[in-house]
């Protein structure tokens, strides 16, 4: 099995002090010309709901079967959005996902992998704080030993301010 690994350092000056960040290692496991990212719409999510999008990337002719997908939330702070489940922007079935309450887990049954394949899914924040959250997604399918691991998706949570505005009566959200 094939491993990508990927750093970001970004160099820069901040109010006069030199900065450097670097970036966690995201880890692609590479299978066959199989490949799995995980991405999301906010990596600074301050309101409204979070979109994950899950894609499987089939480079070869190899037909992939019993292909299962499980992603592990952190319910101290996310809440899963029931029906917000897609696979290819159609709506997935009861048949399709489940997600199990007790350990916080969404498990997605893809079954045969043909081509490229992009779920989504939404979830919704718990509260009203700073958090962060480290999430990566498994991948298993028949005749495969090991799990592919996504890369690591990091979202900071911040609170929304409640402004109240002095040029009409109407309080408003702000970021």
Not at 58 to 65: F, L, Q
Request: hydrophobic share 35%; net charge neutral.
């Amino acid at each position: 099995m094939e491993v990508l690994n990927n750093v970001v350092t970004s160099i820069g000056n901040y109010n006069n002090i030199p900065i450097s960040i670097t970036s966690n290692t995201s880890v692609v496991n590479l299978v066959d010309g199989l490949t799995l990212i995980k991405n999301v719409d906010k990596k600074n999510w301050t309101h409204g709901d979070l979109t994950y999008t899950i894609t499987v990337f089939n480079e070869t002719n190899t037909v992939y079967t019993g292909v299962i997908i499980t992603d592990v939330l952190d319910d101290t702070y996310v809440t899963f959005i029931p029906g917000s489940v897609t696979i290819n922007g159609v709506v997935a079935s009861k048949i399709q996902y489940s997600y199990n309450n007790t350990n916080h887990t969404l498990t997605i049954i893809l079954g045969n992998v043909i081509e490229d394949t992009t779920i989504k899914f939404r979830v919704r924040k718990k509260y009203n704080v700073f958090f962060t959250l480290k999430n990566r997604i498994r991948l298993k399918y028949d005749g495969l030993e090991d799990e592919i691991l996504s890369n690591n998706i990091t979202v900071f949570g911040k609170p929304f301010k409640y402004l109240k505005s002095y040029d009409c009566d109407t309080p408003y959200w702000r970021t």
